[in-house]
């Protein structure tokens, strides 16, 4: 049951962790270098976050994919 919920809630998760690595990269950019820094931070955070992070939400988009394919399957008479 837990394992179920955790794998469940595990788009969610990562979508907040983007989220918040973005917020994170804006506010240090704005303290470091004004306008500039920020959208510099913004930057590299969305490169990081597609580099590490990315990989997990095209994971989790095979899961669904499959999941609906083998949802058509069972319902085939």
Partial sequence: MLSR?????W???IEI???LLLLVAIIGGWHAGGF????A??????IIG???LGAFLVLEDIR???R??????QYKP
Wanted: hydrophobic share 65%.
């Fill in 5 to 9: 919920l955790i794998v469940n809630s």
């Fill in 41 to 46: 931070g913004l930057i590299i955070a969305f």
């Fill in 68 to 73: 609906a394919i083998e949802n058509r399957q």
């Fill in 64 to 66: 669904k994919s499959v």
């Fill in 50 to 52: 597609s580099m590490f």
């Fill in 17 to 19: 962790a983007l989220w």
């Fill in 11 to 13: 788009a969610v998760l």
């Fill in 36 to 39: 500039g820094g920020a959208i």
